[in-house]
């Protein structure tokens, strides 16, 4: 270690840089999702009267990125309360962000971060609920309960992580928080898991009847769709498990990989919501009488 380094256990500086890293990736994936958002709300309203609901899903990626904004910007704060600010607090600026969870910038950053994992999670849902609806109401409403209770759980639990977060004398790294953070992301992610599964499965049921009365290659935008779907729930599966990994053990590089899942995961959904409408939307109709 340098000579000139803060006088801090070797720990302690692991966790902010660490810190630090998060807060970069965080930033890059911002900026990224900016430029996917333009794109994204051009096409959508340009498409605004001839394709049904691109004017709905055009206000749910715009409230994504309103908080996804608001997130960064608490981010940002948070940066320079603790390395500028308070750069001299007793035990380092680590020691400032543990003893400062009541402040506003604080409780903002864990009910935003909350907020983008579950609006994300309840688009997957509609997703999911929009596929099987195409064939039957009912199928969609009986195969979209089980992650539609999960979900409900993943809000209370996140809640009660954001809750137990803020409160004076604990931290998102405290035993309680770290608790209930935990069972919240163990839940998104098999939320995630299980309506990707269905929507394959469905996807796939699509394509094989349609190779009943017509050519392969018809059935062939169903495999095509169902790729980037899986591809899509698996980059953000695979940092959710390293993060749950190492936030459920304390180990520092969890704030590395909470900013990956989380840009990744808003990024995948703003990205497929223009699939919606480019791709499910219009097969709707068609898939009714398949």
């Not at 051009?42 to 009267?49: A, D, F, I, N």
Request: hydrophobic share 50%; net charge positive.
């Amino acid at each position: 270690m340098s000579q000139y380094g803060p006088d801090e256990p070797a720990a302690t500086i692991d966790i902010e840089r660490n810190f630090l890293a998060g807060d970069f990736i965080c930033g890059v994936g911002y900026g990224i999702q900016v430029v996917l958002y333009t794109s994204c709300a051009l096409y959508l309203w340009g498409q605004r009267k001839t394709r049904k609901n691109s004017l709905l899903i055009l206000a749910y990626i715009t409230v994504l990125l309103s908080v996804e904004t608001i997130f960064e910007i608490v981010q940002a704060r948070t940066v320079q309360l603790i390395y500028i600010d308070n750069r001299s607090y007793p035990g380092g600026p680590w020691q400032f962000f543990l003893a400062s969870q009541t402040l506003a910038v604080n409780v903002i950053f864990y009910a935003t971060l909350f907020v983008l994992t579950f609006l994300s999670d309840l688009l997957v849902l509609w997703r999911c609920w929009v596929i099987w609806s195409a064939s039957s109401t009912t199928a969609a409403y009986l195969v979209t309960l089980l992650p539609a209770i999960m979900l409900l759980a993943s809000f209370v639990m996140g809640t009660l992580w954001t809750l137990q977060s803020s409160q004076p004398g604990l931290s998102l790294y405290s035993r309680l928080p770290r608790a209930f953070g935990t069972s919240y992301y163990a839940i998104s992610l098999g939320v995630n898991i299980i309506l990707t599964l269905l929507i394959m499965f469905r996807l796939f049921l699509y394509r094989r009847n349609l190779l009943k009365v017509m050519s392969g290659d018809h059935a062939q935008h169903y495999v095509s769709l169902a790729t980037i779907i899986v591809e899509s729930a698996a980059l953000y599966s695979l940092f959710a498990i390293l993060f749950l990994i190492t936030y459920a053990v304390n180990h520092p590089t969890n704030q590395i990989f909470l900013g990956i899942a989380t840009s990744a995961q808003v990024r995948i959904n703003t990205g497929m919501s223009l699939a919606n409408v480019l791709t499910i939307g219009p097969l709707h109709s068609k898939l009714q009488a398949i």
